[in-house]
């Protein structure tokens, strides 16, 4: 009997390991974490924190990039337009360069590739705390390039990584891509994965 | 007697102008084509990049110069790539050569033209005058239309 019962508790297991097997790692935890920032309509939110309870898909962008960040905000939007159903999404746009990119700046930018409020949100800040939220999932931004424009303006073009990633509910990073290559199809196919 | 000194006068017509040909390197047998046309909006004062590909028909290697945009501040050609440390980063582009019959590809993620400083805001089906400067065909003057960004 007691043979048997363990046969049928190996029996059970099996299929759980199996499952377990199609689950991905956690890559970075940030449940814990909170950052003090504000959103495209100079509201104070509270990230990760407030973003619990759906998944969020991530990118890092500056607006002043003119051909790999496009390319990462339209695959954003591409993301929410090809979701069956996206009531469980939601997308965070945060930058590398909140000395320029003030609210106002993200929302124009943010209706340029027709990121609707409701499922969008892009995030800027003061300096010091973008740095460290940035830090704290290894994310990388440097001035490259500065220049004088012709109204005597600096203007500067940055090196980044180029990173799309997705969170769980609980506001874990369970996948990474590079950014402005990955195909849609696959981050919807991992967000399915994990749903 | 008149007949033939007609075709005499012809044939060293038509020796001469083959003779032009061979002598001048610099004649081109076909045509520097701009098409796939296409760029981002921008707001003023923010950057956009286009798109495009060029074509050349001629029989001769050609090189791409320069190019400008009274839209702009400024506009050359860039290329993103990826520095050692790994991350995406943009330079302008050197050595914009075109063989005969090769093509010059811009698209997103390589060689685009870098626009920036938009002198004022350019909307979804705008269109902007770009001049494109080669060493050999000279000026070419194209309209890019401007595309959504999605």
């Given at each position: 009997?007691t043979?048997?019962?363990?046969f049928v508790?190996?029996?059970?297991?099996?299929p759980l390991?199996?499952a377990?097997q199609d689950?991905?790692?956690?890559?970075?935890d940030?449940?814990?974490a909170?950052?003090?920032?504000?959103?495209?309509?100079?509201?104070?939110?509270n990230?990760?924190?407030?973003f619990k309870g759906?998944?969020t898909i991530?990118?890092f962008i500056?607006?002043?990039c003119?051909d790999?960040?496009?390319?990462i905000?339209a695959?954003l939007?591409?993301?929410?337009k090809?979701?069956?159903?996206?009531s469980?999404?939601?997308f965070?746009q945060?930058?590398?360069?909140?000395?320029?990119d003030?609210?106002?700046?993200?929302?124009?930018y943010?209706?340029?590739?027709?990121?609707?409020?409701?499922?969008?949100?892009a995030?800027?800040?003061?300096s010091?705390t973008?740095?460290?939220?940035l830090?704290?999932m290894?994310i990388?931004?440097?001035?490259?390039?500065?220049?004088?424009?012709?109204?005597?303006e600096?203007?500067?073009?940055m090196?980044?990584?180029?990173?799309?990633?997705?969170?769980?509910?609980q506001?874990?990073?369970?996948?990474?891509y590079?950014?402005s290559?990955?195909k849609?199809?696959?981050v919807?196919?991992?967000?399915n994965?994990?749903? | 007697?008149?007949?033939?000194?007609?075709?005499?006068l012809?044939?060293?017509?038509?020796l001469?102008?083959n003779?032009?040909?061979n002598?001048?390197?610099?004649?081109?047998?076909?045509?520097?084509?701009i098409?796939?046309?296409w760029m981002r909006?921008a707001n003023?004062?923010?950057?956009?990049a286009?798109?495009l590909s060029i074509?050349?028909g001629?029989?001769?290697t050609?090189t791409?110069?320069?190019?400008?945009?009274d839209?702009?501040?400024?506009a050359?050609v860039?290329?993103?790539?990826?520095?050692e440390?790994?991350?995406?980063?943009?330079?302008?582009?050197k050595?914009?050569?075109?063989?005969p019959?090769?093509?010059?590809?811009?698209?997103p993620?390589?060689l685009?033209?870098?626009?920036?400083?938009?002198?004022?805001?350019?909307?979804e089906?705008?269109?902007?005058?770009?001049?494109?400067?080669?060493?050999?065909a000279?000026?070419?003057?194209v309209?890019?239309?401007?595309?959504?960004?999605n």
């Open positions: 009997m043979k048997f019962r363990g508790l190996l029996i059970g297991i099996i390991l199996l377990c689950r991905p790692e956690v890559i970075k940030l449940s814990e909170s950052f003090k920032v504000v959103n495209q309509d100079s509201s104070t939110v990230f990760p924190q407030d759906k998944y991530v990118g500056y607006t002043h003119p790999v960040c496009p390319v905000s695959k939007s591409n993301v929410n090809q979701l069956e159903d996206n469980d999404v939601q965070v945060i930058t590398f360069d909140p000395k320029r003030t609210p106002s700046v993200l929302k124009k943010m209706q340029q590739f027709k990121q609707d409020k409701q499922n969008f949100t995030i800027t800040g003061d010091a973008i740095d460290t939220l830090s704290s290894d990388l931004a440097k001035i490259a390039d500065k220049k004088i424009t012709e109204n005597g600096e203007t500067y073009l090196n980044h990584t180029n990173r799309i990633l997705v969170m769980d509910k506001a874990r990073v369970r996948y990474e590079p950014g290559v990955v849609e199809e696959h919807i196919d991992d967000l994965a994990l749903r | 007697m008149y007949r033939i000194l007609l075709s005499v012809a044939s060293i017509l038509f001469s102008c003779s032009d040909k002598s001048d390197p610099e004649v081109l047998s076909g045509q520097i084509e098409k796939n046309k909006p003023a004062d923010a950057n956009s286009g798109y074509i050349n001629t029989a001769k050609d791409l110069l320069s190019v400008s945009s839209a702009f501040e400024v050359e860039h290329e993103s790539y990826e520095t440390a790994g991350l995406s980063g943009m330079r302008p582009a050595n914009l050569d075109i063989a019959g090769d093509s010059l590809v811009l698209k993620g390589g685009h033209l870098m626009l920036m400083s938009a002198r004022q805001p350019i909307t089906n705008d269109s902007i005058t770009v001049n494109f400067n080669f060493k050999k000279g000026e070419r003057t309209r890019i239309p401007v595309r959504s960004s």
